[in-house]
Nanobody
Framework: QVQLVESGGGLVQAGGSLRLSCAAS????????MGWYRQAPGKQRELVAT???????NYADSVKGRFTISRDNAKNTVNLQMNSLKPEDTAVYYCNAGAVSRAGLYDYWGQGTQVTVSS
């Protein structure tokens, strides 16, 4: 069993910054990839950014140049630095990890953290 715990959400004004963190714990053999998704009210969950264990990143077009994803493979953590935030970034942000544990390979999700950007 693998658990993902997120932190760092909150309320910020447009143009501000927030940093999200996610820590994976459990009987983990490997995690690849790790990433962040978000879901705004009335909308489908969408990809924000992902990163492989080798450091290859992928970003949604809407966040390129503003958000930076990073990870620490030794600590099984992934971070999302969000700069120049816009009201349309308001959503619940979910950490995601494809993890291999004693149970096998599964896709895991965190509980979500709210990010609210005021105009």
């Amino acid at each position: 069993q693998v658990q993902l715990v997120e932190s760092g959400g909150g309320l910020v004004q447009a143009g501000g910054s927030l940093r999200l963190s996610c820590a994976a714990s459990g009987s983990i053999f490997s995690i690849n990839p790790m990433g962040w998704y978000r879901q705004a009210p009335g909308k489908q969950r969408e990809l924000v950014a992902t990163i492989t264990s080798g450091g290859t990143t992928n970003y949604a077009d809407s966040v390129k140049g503003r958000f930076t994803i990073s990870r620490d493979n030794a600590k099984n953590t992934v971070n999302l630095q969000m700069n120049s935030l816009k009201p349309e970034d308001t959503a619940v942000y979910y950490c995601n990890a494809g993890a291999v544990s004693r149970a096998g390979l599964y896709d895991y999700w965190g509980q979500g953290t709210q990010v609210t950007v005021s105009s």
